[in-house]
């Protein structure tokens, strides 16, 4: 029986303070518009706005043999309130490899493209960063999986994503100053051994 262990993935950052300077047709950008890809802004989709999203995370590379993972995500936004917005995902997986993604984990190969679970996710602005002097805002994620990040074997998965947004603007909005603090939980029984991992980061 083959051993089965999750290790924790991240797409994004735990701590991040990062500065964006982009060009004068920023003022025109709409209100959560994802300025630095995963790291996040404090704004939230305005009452009735709409958004749709297409996300794809490529990891490659082993030091034996050959992989790729390609982590899809489909996101529907909605503005609930001004100062309240809600997502919806279907989140999908492309794995192909051969060898042991991860020493001792498994051998052989496998090529597949699975729909693995959805997510939820709601984002409240406490304070905007354009009427206030800083931009604060709760953000949560709850994820159901049922194939694993990295060797793409069967498993049931939760995860639970909460993040303290930070966002303050410079220069009439071209330079952006953000912080994410975020911290996650998650669980995954496997579906072969049933061998049960947890993590917190």
């Known amino acids: 029986m083959q051993s089965f262990s999750r290790t924790s993935v991240f797409w994004g950052t735990s701590l991040s303070v990062l500065g964006v300077f982009a060009p004068p047709m920023i003022e025109s950008a709409k209100a959560d518009e994802n300025l630095l890809g995963y790291t996040v802004g404090a704004e939230t989709t305005p009452k009735g706005g709409n958004e749709l999203y297409l996300w794809n995370t490529v990891h490659t ?14 996101e529907y936004e909605r503005g609930l309130t001004d100062d309240l917005s809600a997502s ?9 490899y051969s060898g042991s993604p991860v020493p001792g984990e498994i051998d052989g190969g496998l090529k597949q493209t699975k ?13 905007s960063p354009y009427k206030d002097d800083l931009g604060v ?19 049931r998965g939760w995860e639970i994503e909460t993040k303290l947004i ?5 220069m009439d909005g071209q330079l952006q100053w953000l912080t994410n603090i975020e911290l996650e939980a998650e669980t995954a029984k496997d579906n072969t051994s049933g061998m049960v991992e947890s993590a917190l980061a």
Do not use: C
């Open 137 to 155: 805002a709760l953000y949560g994620e709850l994820t159901y999986d049922t194939v694993d990040s990295i060797t793409g074997a069967g498993i």
């Open 115 to 127: 729909l693995s679970g959805f997510s939820v996710e709601v984002k409240k602005m406490l304070l």
């Open 166 to 170: 930070f966002q303050k603007p410079f």
């Open 61 to 74: 590379g082993k030091r034996q043999g050959s992989y790729r993972a390609d982590y899809f995500r489909l």
């Open 88 to 96: 919806v995902y279907l989140n999908g997986y492309r794995h192909n």
